[in-house]
């Protein structure tokens, strides 16, 4: 009995021991954390700076090529010929189709016929007003006579005029029947066919040059201001994955009723896969002229209606309230709080409070 109690004692003595030795080399463990600073939070920081912003200004907008012309019949008729196909380049002033004019054609002679009529009619009254003012200081007529011939004279000129006009409508409208290239380009659209009956004011070929082409798109208000003529874009197109630079080329002064927007107008040399009616992204870099802070939203933390960040001050984060002013894509604008050379930080391993303890690196982006 004696020796169980021996061996139950001994038991007890070597358990205290063992958890006498534990809680020593824990201590040991923590203290020796705390000296390596193993304990803190490890965070990213990046140098608050006061400089000039660069915002970017996105827009879409559909491709036009320079040339981007719909040409609508002027008179209507049967199309008996046709020159040309789609795809084809025609210069400015090629006959591309024509449409049966026989009818117009009897129109113009009629109109032709009239102004020799009324013209050997002009020269026949002025003759005779001519004799007549002599006649009249000649004191060989009367008044009354040389008005009469006067009014004779003014009444054909007015229908040589008359018939003139109507010689020059006539002819516009027989020189309408030739299908004509308005500009320099291909012949992009092509709905008619020899045969078919052309409608008066129906589209019959459009023609595109897409050597260069042309954006017109809308700006809001916010921006307008920042955008000045030659200021360089980026330019893509997903279709063909394609990517260019471009230039502003104008800019309008009036907001487009309906949309608030302001026109503006981008071009650039076709990088030879673009086509007219294409959409495209515009992207325009402007900076700002005037130097501020600014940070990424996302580091901001809202609580209530007050806004904050961690700046990075010895080995502790410390939450510093902030106010905020103008976004700029991801990034706000700070308008008190910071301070050139603060110590932002902008990723931590875990979550902060003010005051944890940290180790921080700089961003590699500076």
Do not use: H
């Amino acid at each position: 009995m004696k020796r169980t109690r021996m061996i139950q004692l001994a038991g007890l003595i070597v358990i205290l021991a063992l958890v006498f030795t534990s809680g020593c080399g824990r201590k040991d463990e923590q203290d020796q954390v705390a000296k390596n600073g193993n304990g803190a939070s490890r965070v990213i920081v990046e140098t608050v700076k006061n400089q000039p912003i660069v915002r970017t200004i996105q827009l879409s907008g559909k491709a036009e090529g320079i040339v981007d012309i719909d040409v609508l019949a002027e008179i209507s008729g049967r199309l008996i010929s046709l020159n040309k196909s789609l795809g084809d380049w025609v210069k400015k002033g090629t006959e591309i189709g024509r449409i049966e004019s026989a009818q117009y054609e009897y129109a113009f002679k009629q109109a032709q016929a009239q102004l020799i009529g009324a013209e050997a009619g002009l020269k026949s009254k002025r003759m005779q007003l001519n004799a007549d003012s002599l006649l009249f200081v000649q004191e060989s007529i009367s008044e009354q006579a040389l008005l009469n011939s006067q009014n004779a004279y003014q009444m054909a000129l007015s229908t040589y005029k008359g018939a003139q006009a109507l010689y020059e409508q006539t002819k516009r409208t027989l020189d309408r029947a030739i299908l004509k290239a308005p500009e320099t380009g291909y012949i992009a659209y092509l709905p008619i066919k020899v045969g078919e009956a052309i409608q008066a004011n129906s589209v019959v070929y459009t023609i595109v040059d897409d050597s260069e082409i042309i954006v017109r798109t809308g700006i809001g208000q916010n921006y307008i201001n920042l955008v000045d003529p030659n200021d360089k874009v980026s330019i893509t197109c997903n279709t063909n994955n394609l990517q260019t630079k471009g230039l502003v080329k104008r800019i309008g002064r009036s907001a487009k009723l309906g949309d608030s927007l302001y026109p503006i107008e981008i071009t650039f040399k076709n990088p030879g896969q673009m086509k007219s009616g294409m959409i495209l992204k515009l992207e325009l870099e402007k900076e700002t002229s005037q130097s501020m802070y600014a940070i990424r939203f996302s580091v901001v933390e809202q609580r209530y209606d007050k806004r904050y960040v961690y700046v990075a001050e010895g080995n502790k984060a410390v939450l510093r309230e902030i106010k905020l002013g103008d976004m700029f894509g991801n990034n706000v604008v700070v308008t008190e709080g910071l301070s050139s050379g603060d110590l932002l930080i902008v990723d931590s391993a875990g979550k902060l409070s003010d005051g944890y303890p940290i180790i921080y690196n700089v961003s590699e982006k500076e």
